[in-house]
């Protein structure tokens, strides 16, 4: 099976309404007295992820497409770049940036492996673009 790549000529998320909140991996055991004690119920955990994009009217068809025939209204996986990491520079131990030889910087490279999260994206109208809101789940 083919996993799917998130399409490239989309922007990244903007940083403004990024959201991060993991899977809740405790199940709470239930006492008539003391505090309340927690067991894990599963081990690995997902990540639910809140994200916006603003879109042009060309990516907002781009990103339909994506959305609704490629991942089959968001049941099938797909990878996308972590937006928190991909991209950035490299550091030293110092917090310097680290070159190649040329001189061009060295840029961390980071994937999620994720499906749409429960709710549908919604869109809203900003003047001539669209700014879709959407959840992803990235997978442990």
Request: aromatic letters at 10%.
């Amino acid at each position: 099976m083919t996993i799917l790549t998130w399409p490239t000529d989309l922007p990244r998320p903007e940083r403004s309404t990024w959201q991060r909140q993991s899977q809740d991996p405790r199940q709470k055991r239930i006492s008539e007295n003391g505090p309340p004690g927690y067991r894990r119920t599963f081990s690995s955990v997902a990540k639910n992820i809140s994200l916006s994009v603003t879109l042009t009217r060309s990516q907002k068809q781009t990103f339909d497409r994506f959305y609704e025939i490629d991942t089959k209204h968001g049941s099938l996986l797909f990878t996308m770049p972590d937006p928190t990491t991909d991209g950035w520079p490299l550091l030293s131990t110092t917090g310097q940036p680290l070159f190649q030889s040329e001189g061009v910087p060295l840029l961390v490279a980071a994937q999620w492996l994720c499906l749409f999260g429960e709710s549908a994206p919604t869109e809203t109208i900003q003047g001539i673009e669209f700014l879709i809101r959407f959840s992803v789940t990235v997978m442990p």
